[in-house]
């Protein structure tokens, strides 16, 4: 069956830098998309990031451009988050989550449980 482990997470400093990473099993990795998303404390779910099957594009909303690189390692089954000059409000639990489809432009059909990162001094 899918399973989609993320690892990575935990206490950073503002300023700092980390790099999340989603553990892809079960599926045929290299021929879907794959997400990021992110729910902060007592917030909504927010997507964050998506990136095109062969890594030939990326997205990413607003708030976070400049800052998050979303890449994948198709030989590896990885999918990677990195996350630089990280801010307080960047604490939330991140999800990985597998597209319907290559492109990011459809749906998302499996998550992961989460990666828990809190940005504090």
């Known amino acids: 069956q899918v399973q989609l482990v993320e690892s990575g997470g935990g206490l950073a400093q503002p300023g700092g830098s980390l790099r999340l990473s989603c553990a892809a099993s079960g599926f045929t990795f290299s021929t879907y998309a794959m997400s990021w998303a992110r729910q902060a404390p007592g917030k909504g779910l927010e997507w964050v990031s998506g990136?095109?099957?062969?890594?030939?594009?990326?997205y990413y909303v607003d708030s976070v451009k400049g800052r998050f690189t979303i890449s994948r390692d198709n030989a590896k089954n990885t999918l990677y988050l990195t996350i630089n000059n990280v801010k307080p409000e960047d604490t939330a639990l991140y999800y990985c989550?597998?597209?319907?489809?290559?492109?990011?432009?459809?749906?998302?059909?499996?998550w992961g449980k989460g990666a828990l990162v809190t940005v504090s001094s």
């Open positions: 990136i095109y099957s062969d890594s030939s594009d990326t």
């Open positions: 989550a597998k597209h319907v489809s290559w492109t990011p432009n459809y749906g998302l059909d499996y």
